[in-house]
């Protein structure tokens, strides 16, 4: 028999004992769910990075700090069953210091190389150099016969550029020694720390380039739910290329191709189109163009931005609705609702910017929880309190009406010393579970606020005092404080084999 947690028995009274053909009020399901996984913020802090003045046995003091204090016991960490470049020699700190000294000092020519391209390619030694260069490869576009000979073009080039040109002091018929090579240069030196600088900063370049790209990894590794509609897409565009590969002009393809970088790095993109991009989102909270009506800008600005996440939302729902199974199609479904909150810390002022960063973990301690349950923002959980809320009249209520208050559902959660949860415990009405099939989605479409001030990822940015929605960050808040909210949906569906089995 179920007992009534909120209820005082008196201890003079006798329960009453319930039949077998009675139906009693069955105490809710508790169902473990992860918390919505969103992406990772360009805003997220970065660890500071300190100049080091180059000593004596420099690399020595990089590798210890770079290694860890005990090496595995194993000498061959990469496994291969043949014998490869990165399995030649087992893994040694004297090795590896070696082999750094030795790539510190003989890796200028590749710097060498990397400046060069990037000077032509940023248009840094002027519009006539780039310009020359984008001709020849429009010219080797036209006649592309003649990358055969591009081997011979460099090594002649090579040889001409180095050829001596004797002073006239010199005699013409005395031949003098060739000059000797030059030696790398030394551990310390001015060209062995250039070196080690242009290896640190490709380092960092690398590490970027890796964490832009790897947000896209999950779409076509099958650990994102899109993983099927680009497979079809792919699929799709393939056939439809594959008999109009014989129309398709190869060289004019390959000149665009070939000279968009040149068009997106040309100082008019980076200085003029590409802020005007930038400052669209700033628009959505102003509302004002430079050269346009104010209110016609936003009308339209907001139009466009509402239609854009609608379509974005109906396009996931319809994946979701494509992955759910027999059983999900023919039972009752609702929407189960969530809030995610946090807050922005001001960091050190400069002179374009204040920097900072957004997170969980600057709420105030009078702030609400970075996870909340309700739409006012204070129906959840405190940093060092358990809240348990008892839905037993929500249950009482369903045999009544006929209907699961899927809004009004149970979170348990902890948060100790100043860690936001990571695991949520909803407590549903017998019979009710979560789609299988999907998880957490954010309401990029905002229905939730009276005002349209929902930004393309579905953040509401508000005040210090969680206040004044807008698309996005007003300037005068960063100074004071500001904060930003976003809504997470998840569907239940009703299983009655889940109320039989209870």
């Not at 068009?263 to 430079?290: E, M, N, V, Y």
């Not at 299988?436 to 005002?451: L, Y």
């Not at 807008?470 to 299983?495: C, D, I, L, Q, S």
Request: with cysteine; net charge positive; charged share 15%.
């Amino acid at each position: 028999m179920s007992t009534f947690d909120y209820v005082n028995i008196p201890a003079d009274v006798i329960r009453l004992q319930s039949t077998p053909t009675d139906n009693p009020v069955r105490p809710f399901t508790k169902i473990s769910t992860s918390l919505p996984s969103p992406p990772p913020s360009p805003d997220a802090p970065t660890t500071s990075s300190t100049i080091f003045n180059p000593t004596k046995s420099l690399s020595t003091f990089l590798l210890s700090t770079s290694l860890p204090a005990s090496i595995p016991t194993s000498t061959s960490p990469r496994k291969s069953s043949t014998a490869l470049l990165s399995t030649r020699d087992p893994l040694s700190i004297p090795i590896t210091t070696v082999n750094f000294r030795r790539f510190v000092a003989r890796v200028g020519p590749v710097f060498w190389l990397q400046d060069r391209v990037e000077e032509v390619l940023m248009w840094k030694r002027g519009w006539k150099v780039t310009a020359v260069w984008i001709a020849v490869y429009a010219f080797l576009c036209y006649f592309p016969r003649l990358v055969l000979l591009l081997p011979h073009a460099i090594l002649a080039a090579i040889m001409l550029s180095t050829y001596p040109t004797p002073s006239p002091s010199e005699s013409t018929s005395s031949k003098n020694p060739p000059a000797p090579i030059a030696p790398p240069p030394s551990e310390g030196s001015v060209d062995w720390q250039a070196n080690l600088q242009a290896i640190q900063n490709l380092m960092g370049g690398l590490c970027d380039a890796y964490d832009l790209v790897s947000p896209l990894t999950p779409h076509i590794t099958h650990r994102s739910t899109h993983t099927s509609l680009i497979l079809t897409l792919t699929l799709l565009s393939f056939l439809i290329l594959l008999p109009a590969l014989p129309l398709i002009p190869l060289r004019p393809l390959l000149f665009l191709l070939g000279t968009f970088p040149f068009l997106w790095t040309h100082p008019f993109t980076q200085d003029r189109i590409i802020p005007l991009l930038k400052s669209i989102p700033a628009t959505r909270s102003t509302g004002t163009i430079k050269g346009t009506n104010p209110n016609t800008a936003l009308t339209g600005l907001m139009y466009t931005n509402s239609k854009y996440a609608s379509l974005k939302m109906k396009l996931r729902r319809w994946i979701d609705d494509d992955r759910l199974e027999d059983r999900h199609w023919g039972a009752e479904m609702r929407e189960v609702e969530l809030w995610e909150n946090e807050r922005w810390a001001p960091g050190p002022s400069s002179s374009v910017q204040i920097a900072g960063t957004w997170s969980k973990s600057h709420l105030r301690p009078a702030d609400r929880a970075p996870w909340t349950r309700g739409r006012d923002g204070w129906s959840g959980l405190g940093a060092e309190v358990r809240c348990v809320f008892s839905l037993s009249l929500a249950a009482l209520a369903r045999w009544v009406f006929g209907y699961c208050f899927s809004s009004l559902v149970t979170l348990h959660c902890f948060a100790l010393a100043g860690r936001t949860c990571s695991n949520l415990t909803f407590s549903l009405a017998p019979g009710w579970t979560f789609v299988e099939t999907e998880g957490w989605r954010p309401d990029a479409v905002g229905s939730w606020v009276s005002a349209p001030s929902v930004s393309g990822n579905g953040w509401v940015y508000t005040n210090d005092v969680w206040a004044d929605p807008h698309r996005a960050p007003v300037e005068a808040w960063k100074a004071v404080g500001m904060t930003r909210r976003r809504r997470w949906v998840r569907r239940v569906y009703f299983n009655p084999a889940l109320v039989e089995s209870a």
